[in-house]
Protein backbone atom coordinates (compact mmCIF):
# COMPACT_ATOMS: atom_id res chain seq x y z
CA UNK A 1 0.00 0.00 0.00
CA UNK A 2 1.25 3.59 -1.10
CA UNK A 3 0.73 6.23 1.34
CA UNK A 4 -0.20 9.24 0.25
CA UNK A 5 2.46 12.21 0.77
CA UNK A 6 0.88 14.99 3.35
CA UNK A 7 2.16 18.41 1.97
CA UNK A 8 2.25 21.70 3.51
CA UNK A 9 1.18 24.37 0.44
CA UNK A 10 2.69 27.08 2.50
CA UNK A 11 5.92 28.67 1.50
CA UNK A 12 8.64 29.34 4.57
CA UNK A 13 11.81 30.71 4.72
CA UNK A 14 13.48 28.99 7.26
CA UNK A 15 13.51 32.39 9.62
CA UNK A 16 9.83 32.29 8.84
CA UNK A 17 9.18 29.62 11.34
CA UNK A 18 11.53 30.47 13.76
CA UNK A 19 9.77 33.74 14.84
CA UNK A 20 6.41 34.65 15.69
CA UNK A 21 5.03 37.61 14.25
CA UNK A 22 4.44 40.94 17.01
CA UNK A 23 2.83 43.54 16.04
CA UNK A 24 4.38 46.88 16.52
CA UNK A 25 2.11 47.93 19.09
CA UNK A 26 2.87 44.75 20.98
CA UNK A 27 6.23 45.07 20.75
CA UNK A 28 6.44 48.75 22.04
CA UNK A 29 4.31 47.48 25.06
CA UNK A 30 6.70 44.64 25.66
CA UNK A 31 9.26 47.75 25.48
CA UNK A 32 7.90 50.09 27.73
CA UNK A 33 6.87 47.09 30.59
CA UNK A 34 9.91 45.50 30.95
CA UNK A 35 11.57 48.88 31.37
CA UNK A 36 9.18 50.29 33.44
CA UNK A 37 9.21 46.59 35.45
CA UNK A 38 12.82 46.83 35.79
CA UNK A 39 13.12 49.97 37.20
CA UNK A 40 10.67 49.47 39.44
CA UNK A 41 11.97 46.60 40.91
CA UNK A 42 15.49 48.21 41.15
CA UNK A 43 13.73 51.19 42.91
CA UNK A 44 12.19 48.89 45.54
CA UNK A 45 15.60 46.99 45.98
CA UNK A 46 16.91 50.38 46.68
CA UNK A 47 14.32 51.34 48.86
CA UNK A 48 14.48 48.17 50.67
CA UNK A 49 18.31 48.56 51.39
CA UNK A 50 17.66 52.32 52.43
CA UNK A 51 15.13 51.29 55.35
CA UNK A 52 17.20 48.72 56.64
CA UNK A 53 20.36 50.60 56.98
CA UNK A 54 18.11 53.49 57.84
CA UNK A 55 16.71 51.42 60.91
CA UNK A 56 20.09 49.87 61.83
CA UNK A 57 21.45 52.97 62.26
CA UNK A 58 18.38 54.24 63.97
CA UNK A 59 18.20 51.67 66.14
CA UNK A 60 21.80 51.64 67.31
CA UNK A 61 21.56 55.20 67.89
CA UNK A 62 18.59 55.41 69.88
CA UNK A 63 19.44 52.40 71.65
CA UNK A 64 22.99 53.54 72.68
CA UNK A 65 21.59 56.99 73.80
CA UNK A 66 18.72 55.19 75.31
CA UNK A 67 21.20 53.13 76.96
CA UNK A 68 23.62 55.77 78.22
CA UNK A 69 20.56 57.87 79.90
CA UNK A 70 18.63 55.27 81.31
CA UNK A 71 20.24 52.49 81.25
CA UNK A 72 19.67 48.57 79.57
CA UNK A 73 16.92 48.74 80.50
CA UNK A 74 15.61 51.69 78.73
CA UNK A 75 17.95 50.56 75.82
CA UNK A 76 15.87 47.16 75.42
CA UNK A 77 12.90 49.18 75.66
CA UNK A 78 13.78 51.96 72.69
CA UNK A 79 15.19 48.13 70.85
CA UNK A 80 11.64 47.06 71.39
CA UNK A 81 9.79 50.01 70.01
CA UNK A 82 11.90 50.37 66.95
CA UNK A 83 11.14 46.28 66.39
CA UNK A 84 7.51 47.11 66.50
CA UNK A 85 7.83 50.61 64.76
CA UNK A 86 9.69 48.43 61.00
CA UNK A 87 6.20 46.61 60.00
CA UNK A 88 4.58 50.11 59.90
CA UNK A 89 7.96 51.32 57.92
CA UNK A 90 7.89 48.19 55.77
CA UNK A 91 4.23 49.18 54.43
CA UNK A 92 4.87 52.84 54.14
CA UNK A 93 7.60 51.27 51.63
CA UNK A 94 5.45 49.17 49.79
CA UNK A 95 3.00 51.83 49.22
CA UNK A 96 5.64 54.33 48.34
CA UNK A 97 6.82 51.47 45.47
CA UNK A 98 3.26 51.18 44.71
CA UNK A 99 2.72 54.84 43.83
CA UNK A 100 5.92 54.43 42.00
CA UNK A 101 4.79 51.63 39.55
CA UNK A 102 1.72 53.86 38.72
CA UNK A 103 3.67 56.74 38.12
CA UNK A 104 5.69 55.15 35.75
CA UNK A 105 3.24 53.16 33.76
CA UNK A 106 1.34 56.42 33.45
CA UNK A 107 4.42 58.64 32.66
CA UNK A 108 5.04 56.36 29.75
CA UNK A 109 1.62 56.08 28.13
CA UNK A 110 1.72 59.44 28.32
CA UNK A 111 5.04 59.63 26.09
CA UNK A 112 4.20 56.60 24.30
CA UNK A 113 4.20 59.26 20.47
CA UNK A 114 7.40 60.08 21.39
CA UNK A 115 8.78 57.34 22.70
CA UNK A 116 7.52 55.13 19.53
CA UNK A 117 10.07 57.00 17.50
CA UNK A 118 12.71 55.82 19.77
CA UNK A 119 11.74 52.55 19.96
CA UNK A 120 12.78 52.13 16.19
CA UNK A 121 16.11 51.48 16.97
CA UNK A 122 16.82 48.08 17.50
CA UNK A 123 18.31 48.60 21.02
CA UNK A 124 15.16 48.39 22.41
CA UNK A 125 13.94 44.93 21.27
CA UNK A 126 16.31 43.15 23.74
CA UNK A 127 15.00 43.80 26.77
CA UNK A 128 11.87 41.49 25.60
CA UNK A 129 13.79 39.00 24.42
CA UNK A 130 16.18 38.56 27.46
CA UNK A 131 12.89 38.06 29.72
CA UNK A 132 11.30 35.37 26.89
CA UNK A 133 14.61 33.33 27.90
CA UNK A 134 13.34 32.75 31.04
CA UNK A 135 10.53 31.18 32.86
CA UNK A 136 9.69 32.15 37.08
CA UNK A 137 6.42 30.71 36.67
CA UNK A 138 5.04 34.48 36.87
CA UNK A 139 3.95 36.45 34.42
CA UNK A 140 6.03 38.15 32.13
CA UNK A 141 8.16 41.28 32.78
CA UNK A 142 6.87 42.45 29.43
CA UNK A 143 3.48 42.97 30.99
CA UNK A 144 1.66 44.74 32.72
CA UNK A 145 2.34 43.76 36.25
CA UNK A 146 0.63 44.17 39.61
CA UNK A 147 2.36 45.32 43.42
CA UNK A 148 2.05 41.29 44.19
CA UNK A 149 4.23 40.07 41.12
CA UNK A 150 6.57 42.42 41.36
CA UNK A 151 6.52 41.92 44.56
CA UNK A 152 7.27 38.25 43.81
CA UNK A 153 10.32 38.88 41.58
CA UNK A 154 12.04 41.52 43.71
CA UNK A 155 11.58 38.43 46.18
CA UNK A 156 13.22 36.27 43.46
CA UNK A 157 16.45 38.95 43.75
CA UNK A 158 16.31 38.84 47.55
CA UNK A 159 16.85 35.26 47.77
CA UNK A 160 19.94 35.28 45.76
CA UNK A 161 17.87 32.99 42.61
CA UNK A 162 21.04 32.84 40.32
CA UNK A 163 18.67 32.46 36.86
CA UNK A 164 16.70 35.92 38.15
CA UNK A 165 20.21 37.47 39.23
CA UNK A 166 21.36 36.77 36.07
CA UNK A 167 18.47 38.04 34.24
CA UNK A 168 18.23 41.11 36.29
CA UNK A 169 21.82 41.92 35.60
CA UNK A 170 21.37 41.47 31.54
CA UNK A 171 18.44 43.82 32.03
CA UNK A 172 19.63 46.49 33.83
CA UNK A 173 22.90 46.50 31.55
CA UNK A 174 20.40 46.72 28.51
CA UNK A 175 18.42 49.91 29.99
CA UNK A 176 22.52 51.79 30.96
CA UNK A 177 23.48 50.79 27.35
CA UNK A 178 19.44 52.34 25.30
CA UNK A 179 20.27 55.57 23.39
CA UNK A 180 19.05 58.83 25.25
CA UNK A 181 16.20 60.48 23.96
CA UNK A 182 17.35 64.04 22.38
Known amino acids: MV?????????YS????DVTP?????????????????????????????????GSTMGAMAS????AIGGKEA????????????????????????????????????????LELVFSDPAFEVGPKIIEKYNFNLPKL???????VLSQYSKLLVSEDVRFAKMFKELTEWISSLPKPN
Do not use: C, H, W
Not at 64 to 67: I, L, P, R, T, W
Open 3 to 11: RKKVTDTKI
Open 14 to 17: PKSR
Open 22 to 54: RSKTILEDEIIYAMANTSVILMSMMMGLFTQVL
Open 64 to 67: GMAE
Open 75 to 114: SDKVDLEIKQGLPEIDEKMKEGISDLRKEIYAQMNQKRQE
Open 142 to 148: TQKLDDD
